[in-house]
């Protein structure tokens, strides 16, 4: 294949540290630009939530912005905004993050600002009922109001899974949202959100030495508390298909979603890359098999997609997961027939092997994707901090290209074979007659 | 500008009270190279080594051209050429790490993409080929208009297409940027050789602006782009568009969406360009009403009252004029109390001056934007090519910033008192409309829009 490069690495310096109350510390200086970004990420998200609390680990999200012990409500988003920054915070399935983008001057401002809600948010009535508004509006523009609102992260898990963890809707039922209580958010908030159970983690322009004498002092009298034992949320492969459909009243096209599951990302990482890589080889770009396939060759999708774990992060996500294949249909388009082609695309690939020269183009495009996560300071990290976090390395952020090129084309080959009907859940969205 | 002191390495730290900032830095402008090459290509490029990669951002004016066939070929660009079909295409970008893709607005075609930055000579000469060649394959045509108008068909689904599409009506009638999305029927009708003449006519190096930023030497990209692009030749008189008629208020047009759960609320504003010399301060009083989290609008619709997720308000600039853009979905049930509240905060900024911290904190804001903006490759290269296509280039944010820093609360309240005036205002509601309309009539004339 002409025009082949190598597979280049990035050199991030990466700190660790550990404070006293179990808070992790990673620091990452790159001086090339006069910014930073700091993260905070608690080891808690949508599969922990109680039943009956649907939703309540996003509402509580909503709730670490909405004031804490010397900061008013506002405060947070006004001293932000106020210093040049942005921020953010957002809520996965095996965690929850916070962070901010910031002119490298606003650092301690930006370490003050989040111990302060480490040490407790400003629980309210008030607050609670005006972000349970909010985030019905949140739920209503994302999901009721639109077609394919929620397809496939919150209609496909209740297929695939059995247990309510893994299978319940993360951004909840209006009734569960409406009936959480202060108390529950205390609750919440003291079982999970413990120093011992978070990362920091700060990119950018800034003293390692300054910075770290700054976050002990920030951060060094929040209280310990012990970190909660995570539960095992594994759940038995699936031993026949599963599948599901309902109709969307705002989808003018046909969509389905396959979901086969994938290994432990964390505790097989070497057996779980090769399905990161089979995930593109099948749906990246006018180069890959099931576009070439169904768009350009049978014209039986409009669109394709492929990519492991629900919410698009295989490298943020805890088993159990899996890796989706996702289309949408012409209208009038026949589903099942679809799915025999991707079951047909599969067998070959598993059968055949790989063309001359795909593995390769398809490493060096996952490199440059994943290079590009990483020139962004906040995209560094936010991705060392849930590193660390899930795996206790940050600094594998610097061999991720590496680990991807070194997926062989055998490996693959063994991961599409396993891409099988038996092991399969769907969910079909179905076109509502007008 | 605001600075503060530096804390002292001794200075004990406060766990009650806000840390201070430390000294502003000084906006810093990477170096760029620039070269218009003999065929009138300008290429721009930036070195900015961060990671390994080079971001490449290509904009040709497209002014004046017919909506269809500009979008499939936005999406048949890459389809074909004599010697490379579109896999091949796709894989020999794809094995240097690289993609590319085009779009269209009314005013540009934007090829973007990029690579590992050894791979750009690679990405250059498929470049180079395309351009020079593209041969619009029937099959590919095909394929890809059924695609555009499934494409469609799903837009017209969306509230916020169909609010904003409605708002584009209300607010360019009889100009070209009235409607930017082309009929099902339109693109269905496109043929293959009506896009090789498009491409012949509209796809010219001339008046055209290549950017490149990334882990690259500057010249010898440039070098790079000359001998890949040299054999691409043309040109002619840039098309362009009558500017932009002023905004007429007018009644609140109501958008029927039976069913809907919300109401998508889009307010249009007077606004100017870049370089007027209001644009700053108006800049500021658009971040103050609602352009950002902390804004006055954000603060009483959401955190105080709960009826929406995130309203924004931004100024809009296109080629032949500038818009401020409010946007809000609310629910249902509080869209006469919600679109109450978005006039009463516009009036209350046209009418008393911001307070001094305000504009301090909005000030802040707007330049550390500018400084978050340039810190990454894909940042710095859509910045460079936005701007070049206005003729501007990046020092313009020394001239920018001097305004933002300079603009005083009377300026602001001027500003406000002649943009952000409610009465002013065009306004588009879209929801269902039996549910709101008896509520919203009570603000004022309403009158029945259509949605397309």
Partial sequence: MPGRVRIPATKYPVERLKLPNGLRVVLNPD??????????????????????????????????????????????????????GTFNGSTHLDYTDYFETLPANALE????????????????????RNQCDVVKEE????????????????????VMFDTYPNAHD?????????????????????????????????????DVEKATRLIEAHFGDVPKRPAPKRPNFDEPD?????????????????????????????????????????????????????????????????????????MGEPFEVRNPTALLLQAHLPPGGDVDKVMRVVDEECERLATDGLEDGELQRIQSRIATHLLRECDAVLGRALRMAVLELQRGDASVMNDLPKLIGEVTAEQVVAAASTLRPARRATIEVEVASR | MTTTVAPKSTRRVSLTELPGLEANRRLALPRSSERTLSNGLTVI???????????????????????????????????????????????????????????TDPDRLLVAGNALAAGLPRLLEVLGDVLQNATYPKTEVVTERERIADRIQVLRTQPGHLARAALLRRIYPGHPYAVQTPTVAAVHAVKPGELRKLHGERILPSGATLVL??????????????????????GGEPASYPATPAIKPGPIELVDRPGSVQSSMRLALPAVGRTHEDFPALQLA???????????????????????????????????????????????????PALLETWYELGRLATTPPKADELEQARQYVVGSLLLGMSTQAGLAGLASTYAGYGLRLDYLIGYSAGLAKASREQVADVAARYLAPAKAATVVLGDADRVESSVRLLGPVERGSSE
């Fill in chain 1, 139 to 158: 739920i209503r523009v994302n999901v009721l109001n639109r077609p394919y609102g929620g397809f496939p992260w919150l209609k496909l898990p209740p």
């Fill in chain 2, 286 to 336: 658009n971040l103050i009403f609602g352009g950002y989290f902390s804004s006055r609008w954000t603060e009483n619709i959401r955190e105080d009252k709960g009826y929406t997720y995130g309203p924004h308000s931004s100024v809009e600039h296109s080629i032949a004029g500038s818009a401020l853009v409010l946007a809000a979905d609310v629910a249902t049930d509080v869209t006469a």
């Fill in chain 1, 170 to 206: 993360g951004y909840g039922s209006f009734e569960d949202l409406e009936s959480a209580t202060v108390a529950d958010a205390e609750d919440f908030f003291r079982k999970y959100y413990a120093a011992g159970n978070a990362t920091l983690s700060v990119s950018g322009d800034f």
């Fill in chain 1, 109 to 128: 401002r930006a370490l003050f600002l989040e111990a302060d809600r480490m040490r407790g948010p400003r629980l309210t009535e008030e607050n609670l």
């Fill in chain 2, 45 to 103: 490029a930036i070195r900015r080594p961060a990671v390994p990669l080079v971001e490449v951002r290509l904009r040709i004016p497209f002014a004046k051209t017919h909506l269809a066939r500009g979008d499939v070929l936005s999406q048949t660009l890459f389809s074909g050429t004599p010697t490379r079909d579109t896999v091949q295409i796709a894989a020999e970008l794809q094995a240097v790490g690289g993609g590319l893709g085009a779009s």
């Fill in chain 1, 238 to 310: 699936l031993a026949a298909e599963r599948r599901d459909a309902y109709p969307d009243p705002h989808a003018p096209l046909p969509a389905y979603a396959s979901a086969w599951r994938v290994p432990d990302p964390i505790a097989d990482f070497e057996g779980y890359l090769p399905y990161v890589v089979l995930a593109e080889v099948l749906t990246d770009g006018d180069a890959s098999r099931l576009v070439r396939r169904l768009i350009q060759q049978d014209r039986s999708a409009t669109s394709v997609g492929g990519y492991i774990g629900f």
């Fill in chain 1, 31 to 84: 001086r090339s630009a006069p910014v930073i970004g700091v993260a905070v990420v608690y080891d808690v998200g949508i599969r922990s939530e109680p039943e009956g609390r649907t939703g309540f680990a996003h509402l509580f999200e909503h709730l670490m912005f909405q004031g804490s012990q010397n900061l008013e409500k506002l405060a947070h988003f006004r001293y932000v905004q106020g210093s040049g």
């Fill in chain 2, 213 to 234: 930023v990334g882990d690259i030497n500057a010249e010898r990209a440039i070098d790079d782009v000359e001998t890949a692009l040299s054999g691409w030749v043309g």
